[in-house]
């Protein structure tokens, strides 16, 4: 069976990476992607007011129980589409933990503060701030095999630079760099998944 392949997005909360993806289910004709969203995860837990300590237990299984979904979406042959925010480095590790590094097209969604400050006060749906917290932490780890600007280019720009760039996936990938650099925290990570 043929492994789906990952276009993996990741940005600050209103960077773009929604739209982009939302792009690329369109331009994209040469598979099946399906677009998988950490938020859309987060929306099928329970409405029931949780405590801190409860709360920040189930966003943890949560967020590894959706980068468990994509390695297993990918398995069986599907392309997926991934809309993430790395915001603490324990996903990163967990995410190169358990998805095959040469499925992963690893592109950072990039956005100027301004903008990304505008955007999150339209939209009025995520807390004030959200995206000025995550802008110095979710590309910290600084290797890409594309990235993305959404305050120069349109989502739709964005897709097609995604499209056209995807045959062309370098090889070692980005992934399977930084899994090298970060193995010894990989293996210490997996050590405590199962006490999560």
């Given at each position: 069976m043929?492994?789906?392949?990952?276009?993996?997005l990741?940005?600050?909360s209103?960077?773009?990476?929604?739209?982009i993806?939302?792009?690329l289910?369109?331009?994209?004709?040469?598979g099946?992607?399906?677009?998988?969203?950490?938020d859309g995860?987060g929306?099928m837990?329970?409405?029931?007011p949780?405590?801190?300590?409860?709360l920040?237990?189930?966003?943890r299984?949560?967020?590894?129980?959706?980068?468990?979904?994509i390695?297993?979406m990918?398995e069986?042959?599907n392309d997926?589409?991934?809309?993430h925010?790395?915001?603490?480095?324990?996903?990163l590790l967990?995410?190169?933990?358990?998805l095959r590094?040469?499925d992963?097209l690893f592109?950072?969604?990039?956005?100027p503060?301004?903008?990304?400050?505008?955007?999150?006060?339209?939209r009025g749906?995520?807390?004030?701030?959200l995206a000025?917290?995550q802008y110095a932490v979710v590309h910290r780890?600084?290797?890409?095999?594309?990235?993305?600007?959404?305050?120069t280019?349109?989502?739709?720009?964005c897709?097609?630079?995604?499209r056209?760039?995807?045959?062309?996936?370098?090889?070692?990938t980005?992934?399977?760099?930084l899994r090298?650099?970060?193995?010894?925290?990989?293996d210490?990570?997996?050590?405590?998944?199962g006490?999560a």
């Open positions: 043929t492994r789906g392949r990952i276009i993996f990741n940005g600050t209103s960077s773009g990476k929604s739209s993806a939302r792009e289910l369109d331009v994209l004709d040469d099946v992607f399906f677009h998988m969203a950490v995860f929306a837990r329970t409405g029931r949780l405590g801190a300590e409860e920040g237990l189930a966003l299984r949560t967020r590894m129980g959706f980068h468990r979904s390695a297993a990918a069986v042959g997926v589409v991934v809309d925010v790395l915001s603490e480095h324990w996903r967990d995410c190169l933990s358990v590094a040469e992963v592109v950072g969604v990039h956005c503060l301004e903008e990304l400050v505008r955007r999150e006060q339209a749906d995520r807390p004030s701030g000025a917290q780890h600084g290797d890409y095999d594309l990235e993305c600007d959404t305050g280019s349109t989502p739709r720009e897709a097609e630079r995604i056209e760039f995807l045959p062309r996936r370098p090889r070692p980005a992934f399977s760099r090298e650099r970060y193995r010894a925290e990989i210490d990570l997996a050590g405590t998944v006490r």
